[in-house]
């Protein structure tokens, strides 16, 4: 995480205050469990709620005790009881480090996707809007950086809202992984507390308990969290790309936002480059580099060694902040882009009429030609005016193999657009649902 | 894929004869669709079942008309036109090669998953057995490789199972993701074929339509798949990382199945290696790795190209065949899984008792002493018995710091091992269901 | 693997046949270099030689024994003793399965980076011949997709050449990484052995003897060898890249080589694309990928586990194939791209002189305005030709802030292209030598 | 990057402060270049080196500027000239701000791999120590986790030592690729600046100049030194998983030093687990996934863009600090590492003589039994020995099938342990050199 792609709701959620709150709340709220049983005072849990409640614990102070024991939770511990008083020594009776840890990182990854749901409700938004706004521009559709046949700009950004739309989904799916709570002792047993802690615990927490954790949360939950934001980023990179090739000066069908007094290039004042979009392209590489050490995490020794740890300690906050960063500025970028439906027109008719190919050879099909000679015959066309820049229609009025089969009327009403655009509305009500 | 790795069933899917069946029956439903609403002759799409129906397409012949038109869609069609006679013009009308091509790959990852769940199930069937096996066989449980408190061997088993059942929903999630089938056109718009052919199509082939493509099929659906996959392979290899540590001399708590007449080593004839769960970790290594590319397929330039092919024609059936052979393998190992009990508890017992040092400061500190204190007594006595091997409960019962807070009878009542796995029952229970 | 991807050469070498005389050849000079010293009968070397020298390996007959044993070197000594007689008990002798296998895969690594070599030197040269045929070739270089200023198309394919040129330095060094031999028993003690047969098996077999070997060669050699295949295939992804920008519609100024009876797209007759560049990405993918289990191989327990085991024979095979399949077609690329100097020319005249904007700039602030407001002067200009398609050189002389510092003349004088290609001979000479 | 796995010294590299500094530096050394040349005054260069020397940069202030122009190289020269006054509108004159900022980035990566390098001696240094110190340490090697045969614990350092003294080499050689200069212009044309001013820059900064630059440096050398770092990273991993595995309770033949205060667990406080080691395998995972994205970088667009640089803002500083951190503490690791030699006599006694398997089976070849009888009738005994525990020296002496061929006396002098480390000291001389 840098602070330059960084954004401070996220960055809150990762700092060491909001940790070491956590680690209260779960810590006190065990202990009100325990209470409730009659394994310890109520008192003792009254007074660390109100004097821990009631505190802001001193980083700096932990930091200093942890380089004296070298174990964090000890530390935190230790400070608690300075806090609180000689009560502080029933908190966290029975429990184990990592009851504290894990069930904190799932409290925060939660936290953590909840912001990521927003972001993606901002883009899905815009995208939708966007979609609606452009429903009915034309743009030529391209395949292999090829024109093809004619689409819409809407629907260009129909496909990244469905697109974002599933991703949604999976990280609702992923986020209810993640949300677990384990109080369970040094191996899962539960020898010296009960299960019931951890039920307590997890609802209080807004998590459901683990059904079976060994010292700690098994982590294939975290590998398919973070595999879930590779794949979001994976998204981000496609949409991204788009707008980097609308770009392009040959091209340049759209462009992002320039605002006044920015500079895009320090040498040369005329430049405006897609610069937030390749930077996209760029974090989206990192947020998919992520899911591979969260993998590889996953096959702890035994009831659990400390490998994830430094893994997660890095990629829990990187991860998300950074596609909590990226997703907010591709909202953005989506939300301002700047559309020229005239240079779509433009490029569409580059080609001289070439996107109506399949529908001349579907043509001569029906009209007994077979599939092979039509297309040697279309293709003969075709190529030259993609060589030499013929027009498309000309030629094949000039073909008696042709008009032979399709008369010149016909040929010519084949070149209207609207053919390709009559089920626009069939797809965005699919996409959209019935509007 | 190397044969090595592979079985029958699955290897099928990925071969030659079954794609081109399916892609068949995708033209030939098509076909029929538009036969239904009346674009083509009825009996051109009875001709194109009859004749294409009773076929066996002949491989080497459309490998042939493939090096010439260097199109692999079009040589198929070309050959069925030499199957079928003139009717086949009709075939792929307003269909675009990835119509064919990704459908087809749908259900190729369909099937292929309906596999990988009956892998899942029959390895979920053997853990739960040996599980409840085991289910009160004692054994130490291990963090960093350290002894830490006791657990059973069927805990171990249950934690498995329940992550592979986890595994399980998060297959048959990517399989529903993947089951989509496309027949939208050259950029999807539908232009030369109407939406109703896309949905008789899917129903026919067990899909569902895409709801907006673009000349495919877009590959976040994909990219989701596999790295599903790449999870499953992550839990496997924790699995078989724990076995390996299991057969390891020193502890040799386990062991795979060693059959007669096997060589464990060229050079040492003593040998008996856990070499198939080696085997395991490295198969988990190669399907791990094929989520990436499947990631970086995603951002495909606007409405498709075609960099994402030579991907998928390597890692699906690379991934797929793979995790199934490794699925098989894992369970099979599970199943014959040789357990050794007695040497459970040697094992346990090595640490002369100092698994209950956690116990001991719990009483303490419920008897008034602060934790603090309380740590740092029971560490003291802990390391007599690390370092020299002391025995935990004689060094306790002799101290008078101890004993003064806890009388020696309870001292000695605190080393039962039934304390530790008085709640295995509430876990199974929670991981199996009531019984 | 797949056929579709791979040449019979680097095929070969991975080729169950070739293994087993590469096995065959270490365990020969291994018996000789022991014969030499004495500790087996000459004759027991001289028959192996001779009866093994002659034979064909029966790969299913290995297969079958294996399928007993369990155990692939112990099958190919049965196999080979079949075919030698009792002589064949001194083979092997003192040696561990791993010597054989981990020699066995530096000699086919060695070959295979010989082939990759090869292909290198084809690729570097197709590089350099276009290169200089375009030497003078003017074109637009682009940053951010954003026409930026001319530069030749001689230029961009000298970079490429120089990046695998630097490519090639790696290979050679990864190769020589490689090409060591370990001959030294079951933990690398040469208990059983004597070093001396390593030296003699090294030399022989071309190789270096591995300095400290535990049961296996270690892994560093092998990730360093797949991460350098890793960095070519990154190349390779950037070369055609490129080439898919220069053949985009838009664009048009290179394009593939489009053989006659070619189709394009099954569905649209009119279509040209660069399916082998798309192609060549995706297989850049692959490559990449593959260095990743490369790597995680490294960390073997102890002595040697056989984790590694299953992910060479895929990566094995599967890296170099693909990358040896993926250098020649896209030196084949290099070789017969179709180049259009005219377009290049009128896509550099597109942004109307834009491009000069820079020179313009600095000869401001050579006359005295300061960096800040000539960077402003010139922006403003730029601005109108980029949004209204304003000629840039008319609005500069119509402008008297920009002809008070600079007279008409000059302006003018600084629209021409030689000031942008005044250098190129320099850098020829610096990529390619003096000529 | 944070706090907790970063060391200050590299860390520093990376600071704002350092970055600011080296801007200025290589705009300075080319403005001085040019004056050399005659192109600015030389009275511009020497203000500029006389205000800017002295000169603490603000990095508040340029943020701010910053946010304002949205380019932090303009940022930064505005600054300058706040600094310098009107002569440092003879700054960058000609120059792109990729010039400042790759070759930037080519100084920091350079440094960094000097600190490493540094890491990489102090690390060799310390197992070279131990390596001597532990010569002649009978330990047991094991191969699949399983004991073979015995070797020394300092043969298991010495090939730790030889495979980070190839890492050494590699990261030279990456250094080597990664010290480059480019002060190329927009394009790499030199058009607005000569090519001696490169050669200037670089020789002032240590660098060599890039011979043939776009916009910016090439990637792959940026990829092929993080595939370096990751490589070095699995070594790190392999080492520290060696001392994970001896640290284990049923092994405990070497374990971290845990200093007096240091708590293992803060619910059992027995203890001691190797959370250095397990830290460092964490750490490795991250390094390596850096690579990922670095090579994702090669393939950028034209002459460039950006996408690589979030990357880079990202991975140059995590990848070099976590590395740095981590090979520190692997050093500190290896030399306080506390060594247990009769528990590595132990554990090589546990399977009673068993690692003699072999040489007994050679001898039984040498004394004129087939292989494959010889092999079958070692493994019966050894089964015995496995199995139930019998002393395997004992059944071989009671079996006349054995001692028909073996004299008993034969026998007994094969179980001696100088039989195995008798090559020690030509491997040590290989290793370290004649001593």
Known sequence: MIPRYARPEMVAIWSPETKFRIWFEIEAHALSAMAEMGRVPKEAAEKVWEKGGAATFDVERIDEIEREVKHDVIAFLTHLSEI?????????????????????LSVQLARAADLLLADLDRLLEALKTRAYEHKDTPTIGRSHGIHAEP??????????????????????AARAEIATCAISGAVGTFANIDPKVEEYVAEKMGLKPEPVSTQVIPRDR?????????????????????????????????EEYFSPGQKGSSAMPHKRNPVLSENLTGLARMVRSYALPAMENVALWHERDISHSSVERMIGPDATITLDFALARLAGTIEKLVVYPERMQQNLDKLAGLHNSQRVMLALTQAGMSREDSYRLVQKHAMKTWERGADFLSE???????????????????FDLGYHTKHVDTIFARVFGAS
């Open 84 to 104: 609180v008083g000689p009560e502080a020594r029933f908190v966290h009776q029975g429990m184990t480090s990592s009851d504290v840890l894990d069930t904190c």
């Open 151 to 172: 689409t819409t700009f809407g629907l260009k950004l129909a496909q990244a809202y469905a697109e974002f739309a599933r991703n949604r989904e999976r990280l609702v």
């Open 222 to 254: 975290h590998a398919a969290f973070f595999a879930t934001l590779a794949v979001i980023a994976s998204s981000m990179e496609r949409l991204a790309t788009e707008i980097r090739h609308l770009q392009r000066t040959e091209v340049l069908e759209a």
């Open 396 to 414: 094949l009025k000039a073909d008696p193999e042709v008009t032979q089969k399709i008369p010149v009327s016909e040929l010519e009403a084949m």
